[in-house]
Nanobody
Framework: QVQLVESGGGLVQAGGSLRLSCAASGRTFSTTTMGWFRQAPGKEREFVAFIRRSTGSTYYADSVKGRFTISRDNAQNTVSLQMNNLKPEDTATYYC????????????????????WGQGTQVAVSS
């Protein structure tokens, strides 16, 4: 089992920045990928970004590319999401997730590939 705890959400004006963090504990050695997803009210959960633990390779949704940066600290078992130039459409609950198995870069944006999830942290961006 892996436990995940997110932090860093809050309210920010459009154009502002936030940094989300996710601390993993438990059998973290068994995981391959750490990712961030988000879910806005009335919408389905969507992929934001992921990072492969072994290589540090990253992948982003088009909607956040150039604005968000995902990073990890394997020694501390943490993954962070630096969010810059935030927009009202970024308002959502953000979830940290980890996957035990690496498939392909093209498929790791699928939430079904992830085995453990955090409780989520809310991000609200005002216009």
């Amino acid at each position: 089992q892996v436990q995940l705890v997110e932090s860093g959400g809050g309210l920010v004006q459009a154009g502002g920045s936030l940094r989300l963090s996710c601390a993993a504990s438990g059998r973290t050695f068994s995981t391959t990928t750490m990712g961030w997803f988000r879910q806005a009210p009335g919408k389905e959960r969507e992929f934001v970004a992921f990072i492969r633990r072994s290589t540090g390779s990253t992948y982003y949704a088009d909607s956040v590319k150039g604005r968000f940066t995902i990073s990890r600290d394997n020694a501390q078992n943490t993954v962070s999401l630096q969010m810059n130039n935030l927009k009202p459409e970024d308002t959502a609950t953000y979830y940290c997730a980890v996957a035990k198995t690496w498939y392909t870069a093209q498929t790791m944006g699928d939430s079904k590939k992830y085995d453990y999830w955090g409780q989520g942290t809310q991000v609200a961006v005002s216009s």
